[in-house]
């Protein structure tokens, strides 16, 4: 059997929705008792959002590589990073990683190709709203994503560090986004929504919203998992 590495902690309850999500996707597709291989190695997401604040991503690079390494001596067969932000140094960690890695991104693309899905909204921290490592995969198959406008951006932002990472889930942050949500169907014709952070699903529970797909970037890439531990 094939074991996957997950860095994880980024944070803490997200990677617990990841454990649960593979253990119940295996299990559904290998109804014999058995249980996936499963290694955690949980990371500290303060780190990681501090070195991002300051602009040192080739610190995040070095940090992600090193503690994937242990997962490496552990056993790890591939790895994961569960959680998107970090996905904006993915392209270097994997260059740098002795093991494949699944990203979450190009199965989240995939998804939506498969879905049909032409233009799609983004919800994330800052770091990913801005960034271009989402843009640039889906538009390499036709597809167009658009975020949020910055007062928004930096409203999401702050719930998310403050409050979703904190394992806070308000009612009052939920009506806000599913309002910023309409907006973006009405004002940008968005036909989906990713759901670009790990911690959103928490939130954000339905498969819908504003008649619209959400995108559950966590499910997505749990079933890349799973279809790796099986391949």
Avoid at 31 to 60: E, F, R, T
Avoid at 133 to 162: L, M, S
Wanted: one cysteine or more; hydrophobic letters at 45%.
């Amino acid at each position: 059997m094939k074991t996957v590495g997950i860095l994880g902690g980024i944070g803490p309850e997200s990677t617990v929705d990841y454990y649960r999500g593979i253990i119940a996707a295996y299990r559904q597709q290998k109804p014999d008792g058995s249980y996936p291989s499963i290694l955690i190695n949980s990371i500290s997401v303060s780190k990681l959002l501090g070195w991002m604040d300051a602009g040192q991503l080739s610190n995040v690079i070095d940090y992600l590589v090193d503690e994937l390494q242990k997962l490496i001596r552990a056993g790890a067969d591939f790895g994961i990073v569960a959680a998107n932000t970090p996905h904006i140094v993915f392209d270097d960690v994997q260059r740098r990683s002795p093991i494949p890695l699944i990203s979450i991104v190009e199965a989240t693309c995939a998804e939506a190709k498969k879905q049909a899905i032409r233009r799609l909204g983004l919800l994330g921290t800052r770091f990913t709203m801005q960034a271009s490592f989402y843009p640039d995969v889906f538009r390499r198959e036709g597809i167009t994503v658009v975020v949020p406008d910055e007062a928004e951006q930096a409203y999401i932002h702050e719930k998310y560090v403050g409050e979703l990472l904190a394992n806070r889930f308000l009612p009052e942050t939920r009506d806000r986004l599913l309002k910023i949500i309409q907006r973006m169907k009405e004002q940008e014709q968005i036909q989906a929504l990713i759901l670009g952070g790990t911690e959103l699903p928490l939130l954000l529970r339905e498969k819908t919203a504003c008649g619209m797909p959400l995108l559950d970037t966590t499910q997505i890439h749990v079933q890349a998992v799973v279809a790796a531990l099986l391949a």
